[in-house]
Structure formats: C-alpha cells, structure tokens
C-alpha cells in the first residue's frame, strides 16, 4: 500500500525543485535523504522534509508491520505549480516591474520495495 504525501504552497520555482526530484526518483527512502543531506541546493530541505513524512506516515500505520525506512522506496516525485504571487516594483519614467513569486506543490508518492 502506497503513501502519498503533498507539500503545498512551497516558496520555490517548480523548476528548482524538480531537479532535486530527479535525484531521488526510485531510490529507497535512506539512501533518497542521505542524498539530499548532501545536495547544496535550496530544494532540498523541503523534499527532504516531504519524504521523512510520508516514511513516518507509512510506519505509523496498523498494517505496516515490521517495515524500515530501507525497505521503502520512492516510487514517484514530482512538483506542480502554485499560485504566482505577484508584486509590482516601481521603476523610472513611472513605469513598473513586475515581480511574479512563485510557488509549488511537491508530491511524494512511496511504497514497500516489491
């Protein structure tokens, strides 16, 4: 049975965030955070927080039984889009810059090794 976890409203471009993703994609859920402890990239912390939640979603279920973090394996990752905040910046001769924040849903999707 799979877990499927959703970080949302991430202050971060989707396109940082997806490859940090394509590092773990199919790795087991140790080996995907010890990846990530290392990566020198923003991204990282909230994948990495991501994916320790669904590990902890997982073994706090009833019929996990004697299941560890070696045993589970991110089987999809992926980062969507959010909502773009959007803030104006003046600028000279009375016009303005736009600034468009955006954001993004992290999925985690992880399951027993087969």
Known sequence: MEMKVQAKFVRMSP??????????KG???AEAVSILRFTNKRAATPVEKAIRSASAN????????????HDLVVTRAFADQG???RRFRPM?????????RKTSHITIVID???
């Open 27 to 29: 790795k087991s859920v």
């Open 15 to 24: 396109q940082k965030i997806r490859q940090v993703l394509e590092l773990v």
């Open 83 to 85: 909502p773009t905040l």
């Open 92 to 100: 000279s001769m009375g016009r303005v810059g736009r600034i468009r």
């Open 112 to 114: 027993e090794k087969s």
């Open 58 to 69: 997982y073994l706090q279920r009833d019929d996990a039984g004697d299941v560890s973090e």
